[in-house]
């Protein structure tokens, strides 16, 4: 209602302001047709004046009033299929789907260069142990890991097993912090096993392929051991 009724008023509006640099041409033309009569400068001058307001009346553009969408905190089907929840059989939540993960990655590492500031990838495989069902590990890992996480952190569901995050502000030592606290979390729920690979801009890599590469290769070496293993990139 307040839409329409704004609509109805803009052209009242902009008919006045039209109406009223007519006004001040008119003015100004009147002042200097007086100078040329009777000679005077001053009179010429306040001419020039409303001539130029008339100019700057007439050359006023109304201002768009488009509707903007409003910003949620979640991502719903709607969205773009890059931003939507993963519907794949695994972890669900706040978790996103696998086709954001390299967007964050490269979106996260042009921040941390702009801004001077780390930021970690980390891959995860997390396996039930004999005797636990798929939903209860889905769950445990959807919980352990929202409750872990910072707002600004993306959590990706990769597969079926297999889980990313983009730690923003975070360099190595606190990347292994989280990935121990989702560990426990997980341990104080249900029997997991939990392989990590952790690799952090500027430490490990200098752009987002090689932070990605050096995270895949830090996760294959964690999966060589039969526990859990946190494994780390090597420095170049």
């Not at 001539?51 to 709607?78: E, F």
């Not at 004999?130 to 959590?155: F, M, N, P, Q, Y």
């Not at 030592?173 to 096993?193: F, I, K, S, Y």
């Amino acid at each position: 209602m307040s839409e329409r009724v704004e609509s109805e008023r803009r052209p009242e509006a902009e008919g006045a302001a039209n109406l009223g640099a007519f006004a001040i041409g008119v003015t100004g033309l009147g002042l200097g047709v007086a100078s040329l009569m009777l000679a005077m400068p001053p009179l010429g001058l306040a001419a020039g004046l409303c001539s130029l307001g008339a100019a700057v009346g007439t050359l006023r553009k109304p201002v768009s009033h488009r509707a903007v969408p409003s910003a949620t905190g979640h991502v719903d089907g709607s969205s773009d299929a890059v931003l939507a929840p993963s519907n794949t059989d695994a972890m669900q939540g706040d978790l996103l789907s696998a086709e954001y993960f390299e967007v964050a990655v490269r979106n996260r590492v042009t921040a941390a260069r702009r801004f001077l500031k780390p930021v970690a990838v980390v891959r995860l495989q997390i396996v039930a142990k004999a005797g636990t069902t798929t939903s209860d590990r889905d769950r445990s890992v959807a919980v352990a890991i929202h409750d872990t996480l910072r707002e600004c952190d993306t959590a990706c569901v990769m597969s079926e097993t297999d889980i990313a995050l983009v730690l923003e502000d975070t360099p190595e030592n606190g990347a292994v912090w989280v990935v121990e606290r989702v560990r426990r979390a997980l341990e104080d729920q249900l029997p997991t096993h939990v392989w990590a690979g952790i690799a952090c801009y500027p430490t490990h890599a200098m752009d987002a392929d090689e932070l990605l590469s050096q995270a895949d290769v830090a996760l294959e070496r964690a999966r060589d051991w039969p526990q859990d293993r946190i494994e780390v990139a090597y420095a170049e």
